[in-house]
């Protein structure tokens, strides 16, 4: 087993959300009382409880193999404090597109561990999911500052591959060479079960109906509450605050936005379905809105339909009448991986590679069997937002856990050892700026002893 510091530098590298997201919504909880300052490093205060939260997430990441010292976490938590205060001072930006592609992926994540989003709302204490991403954005926003400042001092730094073979020599001889866990590579070829006309018209006959009668009196909220198929009407009425920056689909975004205040759109299609919005008031950059959601349903002989029609795409391959990239460049509806041969993108690392012992029970299920080269069978999926759709899933590619080779893992080994080589030079660099940094450490932990000269501001007293 690799020494415990190698599992700790791995880790760090990992998106650390889990805790981050609990240790945020501390902040939020306690907006007035806060627990015991531990450090202060630059303008960022590491709080007694973040060392305790992010002791537990490491140790739930490396699935009880190891455990860590208070002070191993402390000083892992002011690395990361370094990095963020410093990424401020050399001007490091991030955009709202990226902080809030990393809010989409985290709550992805923690919707597939808990099961709904409602849950994680619940289970971590946020009055809503506005509120969950309000306090996501704020997290992901260092998170991503930490990341880019990373990727500045380590820019330029290579290894060459008589640098890989040291570094995997080094591991071998001393018996720790890593246990690399079961690959694989999916593609997907999807199509979605439409609505009728008829059904469409139906909805949006519907909307319109509620919009005349909100316009001779009738109230939107009530209306919402009784019609809207939006999950939080039961708690908010439908209202929302938006903002340009929101992590609001575009077309809500863009009808908040164009209307005047009082007035009612016309109904307007996203991917959810339907909706019906008005423009309540307007305080600065924000647009305050109302919406009800009408979804059209899709009869079974629809979804049908698109079973068979998907059954008879997955013939043609298998008799070899078409290949399976082509069907997905002809048949596909799946946006996001038709215009890459169906290739299915892991949500939480943006790589095609998917690590089978931590998929999801239901989707390991379906492929875990599977050979390279292997189609599941066609089946029935909804997207987040309900959109229905069926599909069939081609095992690309299949490695089963090993011991690391020089030969077959070579890229993956020369991963491990430039991010060895980076880590060098992070920690290089966090001992001179340290020198530079104002860090305050509480007396409850002055008695740490730290790798790096932390405690400056105490020795030089």
Not at 78 to 87: D, E, N
Not at 114 to 137: A, R
Not at 234 to 240: F, L, M, P, T
Request: charged share 35%; hydrophobic share 35%.
């Amino acid at each position: 087993m690799p020494h415990k510091t190698t599992i700790l530098k791995y880790i760090k590298f990992l998106p650390i959300i889990a805790f981050l997201l609990i240790s945020s919504q501390t902040l939020h909880a306690q907006k007035v009382k806060i627990d015991g300052v531990a450090v202060v490093v630059g303008k960022n205060i590491v709080l007694d409880s973040d060392i305790a939260k992010f002791k537990q997430e490491v140790e739930l990441r490396s699935e009880g193999k190891i455990t860590f010292t208070d002070c191993e976490m402390l000083e892992e938590l002011m690395q990361q404090k370094l990095l963020s205060h410093h990424a401020v001072i050399d001007s490091v930006t991030v955009s709202d597109a990226e902080v809030n592609a990393k809010v989409d992926r985290s709550i992805q994540y923690f919707t597939q561990q808990l099961g709904s989003i409602d849950k994680v709302i619940k289970s971590y204490g946020f009055n809503d999911l506005d509120d969950l991403k309000g306090e996501l954005y704020n997290v992901q926003k260092e998170n991503a500052l930490i990341e880019k400042e990373q990727l500045n001092i380590t820019e330029k730094v290579d290894v060459t591959p008589e640098e890989v073979r040291l570094y995997y020599n080094g591991l071998k001889d001393a018996g720790e060479l890593p246990e690399f866990t079961a690959e694989i590579e999916l593609a997907q070829i999807v199509l979605n079960a439409e609505p009728t006309k008829e059904e469409v018209d139906r909805v949006i006959a519907s909307l319109n109906a509620i919009k005349k009668e909100i316009q001779d009196g009738a109230s939107f909220k009530m209306k919402a509450v009784i019609n809207s198929e939006d999950p939080g009407v039961v708690q908010n009425g439908g209202r929302y605050p938006i903002t340009k920056e929101s992590n609001f689909i575009k077309e809500f975004k863009e009808m908040a936005f164009s209307l005047e205040v009082g007035e009612i759109s016309e109904p307007f299609k996203s991917n959810f379905g339907y909706h019906l919005m008005q423009l309540h008031e307007i305080k600065g950059n924000t647009r305050v809105a109302s919406h009800i959601l009408m979804k059209p349903l899709i009869p079974d002989s629809k979804l049908k339909e698109t079973q068979d029609k998907l059954e008879e795409i997955k013939q043609e391959i298998k008799d070899g009448k078409i290949s399976f990239e082509d069907a997905v460049k002809k048949y596909s509806e799946d946006k996001d991986s038709k215009n890459n041969g169906g290739l299915i993108l892991n949500p939480y690392t943006g790589e095609s590679k998917f690590d089978l012992t931590r998929m999801d029970p239901a989707f390991y299920a379906r492929v875990n069997d599977l050979k390279t080269g292997e189609i599941t069978d066609v089946f029935y999926d909804e997207s987040g937002n309900g959109e229905k759709m069926y599909k069939f899933i081609l095992m690309k590619e299949r490695t089963d856990t090993h011991t690391a080779d020089i030969v077959n893992d070579y890229v993956k080994i020369q991963d491990l050892a430039l991010k060895k080589k980076k880590e060098e030079i992070i920690e290089k660099w966090s001992k001179d700026k340290i020198k530079d940094t104002y860090i305050k450490i509480s007396e409850d932990h002055a008695k740490c002893k730290f790798k790096k000269n932390w405690k400056k501001e105490i020795n030089n007293k």
